[in-house]
């Protein structure tokens, strides 16, 4: 039975950046970050609805807020995803659902926002889709080698609709028609691998700053690069010559639930074609073992046939595809997700 007039409890609140996405954009001078003219994600000043009778107003460029609730049948932890106009559920324990989802279609509806997406379990994924949730893909191995399902509820049909799923569904079997074996080149002469630390942080802003127009997160800002390094992101750079960064990644590592995304590819449009990603990925992918880290995956970009082919050749699993999921490059796409064991443990 729905309580919506249960006390809740508040944690306190703190600023947090949503999980990247990957993409390789378009390269191009950055509107979101130089331009002079303010845009429409209205981040100057942000007012989000935390729960019944709790509001905030955020001063300044605000991405998102993590917030955690304890109601009636249901703790939820959901991160408040202001720039992508999403409601993101980070984890929950139910044993009144429907009192868990009317608060997240409440706290959807309030912050104007037009999704709302959870990764579900095995016992209880089927639960939500009584509920107007969609299955939208599986995360094999998510949960400690325990599939999540990816779990989302629309309330606009703009924002449920892409227009790109028959051209996307073709890259996909395109790939699927090919072989997966791929012998990358080796570096060019010259150019080195490192694990990014605080002196190359101006070389990945700069490189980020060149490629995406906008990006689902404070990816372009100095700031957020050295707390993340200094927390829970793995980043690894490929230098030219010169030491400038010319290619880069990441790995967002969750140890709780022993998997890690593989997430903010970026390359240089003059060095695309070198086979650059495909090192950064596999050396995150050596990390990742040596951590102890079960499952790296990662959200690519769907129209991107490029960094779709890279972990089709890397032996990901595609297993699924986000709907107008988050903005990159200035409008929502969608993203396609791939999976792949580590074999950490396994030697």
């Known amino acids: 039975m729905s309580d919506e007039s249960a006390p809740v409890h508040k944690k306190k609140t703190e600023k947090k950046v949503l999980t990247p996405t990957v993409s390789e954009g378009t390269e191009g001078a950055s509107s979101e970050w130089g331009a002079v003219e303010p845009t429409d994600k209205g981040m100057g000043l942000a007012r989000l609805t935390l729960d019944k009778g709790v509001k905030t107003t955020a001063i300044g460029q605000l ?26 559920v980070e984890d929950y324990e139910a044993t009144d659902y429907r009192a868990l989802v009317n608060r997240l279609s409440w706290l959807a509806q309030e912050n104007q926002f037009d999704k709302v997406f959870l990764k579900a379990r095995k016992d209880d994924w089927q639960r939500f889709l009584g509920y107007g949730y969609m299955l939208e893909g599986i995360l094999k191995y998510f949960f400690r080698g325990e599939d999540a399902y990816v ?21 996909i079997e395109s790939l699927m028609k090919g072989s997966s074996g791929y012998q990358p080149p080796p570096l060019p002469e010259g150019y080195t691998m490192v694990v990014a630390g605080e002196a190359q942080i101006p070389g990945l802003v700069a490189l980020y700053r060149r490629v995406f127009r906008t990006y689902p997160s404070p990816l372009t800002h100095p700031d957020y690069i050295q707390q993340t390094m200094n927390r829970n992101i793995v980043y690894r750079a490929v230098l030219n010559k010169r030491g400038d960064v010319v290619s880069a990644a990441s790995a967002d590592v969750d140890v709780k639930h022993s998997n890690a995304e593989l997430t903010d590819c970026a390359t240089q449009k003059s060095e695309r074609g070198k086979g650059l990603m495909y090192h950064l990925l596999l050396a995150l992918e050596g990390d990742l073992r040596q951590r102890g880290i079960i499952t790296g995956y990662t ?13 089709y050749r890397l032996g990901y699993e595609y297993t699924g595809r986000l709907i107008n999921n988050c903005d990159i490059y200035g409008q929502y796409e969608d993203m396609n997700i791939w999976v792949k064991p580590t074999g950490a443990g396994e030697e």
Not at 63 to 69: A, M
Request: zero cysteines; aromatic letters at 14%.
């Open 151 to 171: 779990m989302s509820r629309f309330s606009t049909l703009e924002r449920m609709t892409s227009a790109n799923l028959l051209k996307e569904n073709e890259i």
């Open 299 to 311: 959200l690519a970009r769907a129209p991107s046939v490029g960094m779709n082919r890279v972990f």
């Open 63 to 88: 991405y998102g807020l993590d917030f955690e609730i304890e109601g009636k049948g249901f703790v939820v932890r959901v991160f408040f995803d202001k720039y992508n106009r999403r409601l993101k």
